[in-house]
T-cell receptor, first 112, second 114 residues
Framework: KQEVTQIPAALSVPEGENLVLNCSFT??????LQWFRQDPGKGLTSLLL?????REQTSGRLNASLDKSSGRSTLYIAASQPGDSATYLC???????????FGSGTQLTVLP | NAGVTQTPKFRILKIGQSMTLQCTQD?????MYWYRQDPGMGLKLIYY???????DKGEVPNGYNVSRSTTEDFPLRLELAAPSQTSVYFC?????????????FGPGTRLTVL
C-alpha cells in the first residue's frame, strides 16, 4: 500500500527566503506526483503535476523535482512571500481508480 | 467553465439525520471521487466512479452511499449521521483513459454532526 509522508509538518520562515518542502513515497512505481496548495478553510488548488518521466516541473517561483528511485519529491519556493502562507500537500495516484494518496501536508508560514 | 462545484458549503446535522452532498463537474471528466479530510490529516478516499452507472468503495466507505446517473453529477449520501462523520468533504474529477491525469478539486463542504 502506498504511503506518502511530508516533513516537516510545519515551517516558519522570514519573507524573501528560498525554501524546500519534502515529500516521500514508499512505492516508487508512480505515474506522476501532484503538489497542491490549501488555504485555511478552503479547497485544494493544484500547483504542479510532474510526470514520472520528468525530473522537474516549473511554474513561476515554484519548482518541483521528482526522484522516483529514491521515492522523493521536493517543492522549491523561491523568494517566499507572506501570500505563500498555506498548507502544501503532495499526492500520488494509485489503484485502478487512479485515486490520490495524500501526505499530511506542510503548513508554511512566511513572516513579513 | 465552473470546474468542480459542491453544495452546500457548510452544514450542521444532528446525530441520526441524513443529507446529500452535491457535486457537479462541467469538464466532461469520467472519473469522479469523494474524499474526506480530518484536521491535521491528509485526504482519504470514500467512494469513486469511473463513469456513469459505475461506482466503487474507497478506503473509508462506511456510513456513506453514492450514485452516478450522469457524467456531470456525483452526489454523496450520508445516512444516520454520526459525530465521526464531522469532516470536510471534497469532490474531485479527472479525465482518465490510459494515463493518470491531473485531478481537480471542488471547494469542499464543511460538515459538523452534533
Amino acid at each position: 500500500k502506498q504511503e506518502v509522508t511530508q516533513i516537516p509538518a510545519a515551517l516558519s520562515v522570514p519573507e524573501g527566503e528560498n525554501l524546500v518542502l519534502n515529500c516521500s513515497f514508499t512505492d516508487s512505481a508512480i505515474y506522476n506526483l501532484q503538489w497542491f496548495r490549501q488555504d485555511p478553510g478552503k479547497g485544494l488548488t493544484s500547483l504542479l503535476l510532474i510526470q514520472s518521466s520528468q525530473r522537474e516541473q516549473t511554474s513561476g517561483r515554484l519548482n518541483a523535482s521528482l526522484d522516483k528511485s529514491s521515492g522523493r519529491s521536493t517543492l522549491y519556493i523561491a523568494a517566499s512571500q507572506p501570500g505563500d502562507s498555506a498548507t502544501y500537500l503532495c499526492a500520488v495516484p494509485s489503484g485502478s481508480a487512479r485515486q490520490l494518496t495524500f501526505g499530511s501536508g506542510t503548513q508554511l508560514t512566511v513572516l513579513p | 467553465n465552473a470546474g468542480v462545484t459542491q453544495t452546500p458549503k457548510f452544514r450542521i446535522l444532528k446525530i441520526g439525520q441524513s443529507m446529500t452532498l452535491q457535486c457537479t463537474q462541467d469538464m466532461n471528466h469520467n472519473y469522479m471521487y469523494w474524499y474526506r479530510q480530518d484536521p491535521g490529516m491528509g485526504l482519504k478516499l470514500i467512494y469513486y466512479s469511473v463513469g456513469a452507472g459505475i461506482t466503487d468503495k474507497g478506503e473509508v466507505p462506511n456510513g456513506y452511499n453514492v450514485s452516478r446517473s450522469t457524467t456531470e453529477d456525483f452526489p454523496l449520501r450520508l445516512e444516520l449521521a454520526a459525530p465521526s462523520q464531522t469532516s470536510v468533504y471534497f469532490c474531485a474529477s479527472s479525465f482518465g483513459t490510459s494515463g493518470f491525469n491531473e485531478q481537480f478539486f471542488g471547494p469542499g463542504t464543511r460538515l459538523t454532526v452534533l
